[in-house]
């Protein structure tokens, strides 16, 4: 027994060393936008479609808006609850886009947790170099059996005001 107390410590030190390094590669945390209610519970917390925005972290002048659905209750409350695996997205150019660093092919900019182990819901970021267009996906996964449900969302890379209009191309790892 006291042995498998050692092991739950180690690997808790572990996870609570290696979240910050994770976390600053991915995007700041999410602005709720707002909720709507689906389910009214009386005496536990409501479920709701919960609908936020983030800032893409490598690209200036891009706003991803995603709305993704809370299982209400106790359970739920509590993060106990297997959160469904339905996503949607709509990102948007929001000012003039400035690309700052080298990103790869379906990198990831966001990841959230769905369920206490084994799910969790992504953005990841592409590029099509011949039409100049960011192209964003929102999905979830699990550790044993992936998910189909996704959506997906395209900015073009377009001039604005009168700041010229980087191409995605050549920011894309080879």
Do not use: H
């Not at 339905?86 to 790869?104: D, H, L, N, W, Y």
């Not at 039409?131 to 929102?138: A, C, F, G, P, T």
């Not at 999905?139 to 996704?150: A, K, M, W």
């Not at 890379?157 to 080879?174: I, L, S």
Request: with cysteine; aromatic share 10%; hydrophobic share 40%.
């Amino acid at each position: 027994m006291t042995r498998i107390l050692q092991f739950l410590a180690a690997v808790m030190v572990v996870l609570g060393i290696s979240a910050p390094a994770i976390a600053q590669q991915l995007a700041d945390d999410p602005q709720l936008i707002f909720q709507k209610t689906t389910v009214w519970r009386m005496l536990s917390p409501d479920a709701t479609l919960d609908t936020y925005v983030i800032d893409d972290p490598l690209v200036e002048g891009v706003a991803c808006y995603f709305t993704v659905p809370r299982v209400g209750g106790w359970k739920g409350w509590a993060g106990f609850a297997d959160e469904s695996s339905v996503t949607s997205i709509a990102c948007r150019q929001v000012g003039p886009i400035k690309i700052t660093a080298k990103f790869s092919q379906g990198e990831e900019i966001y990841r959230e947790r769905r369920s206490l182990f084994w799910k969790k819901m992504q953005i990841v970021r592409g590029c099509d170099p011949k039409r100049n267009v960011l192209v964003y996906l929102s999905y979830t996964d699990r550790l044993i059996e992936g998910s189909p449900q996704n959506s997906t969302s395209t900015v073009p890379v377009m001039p604005w005001g009168t700041e010229q209009a980087p191409k995605c191309g050549d920011f894309v790892n080879p």
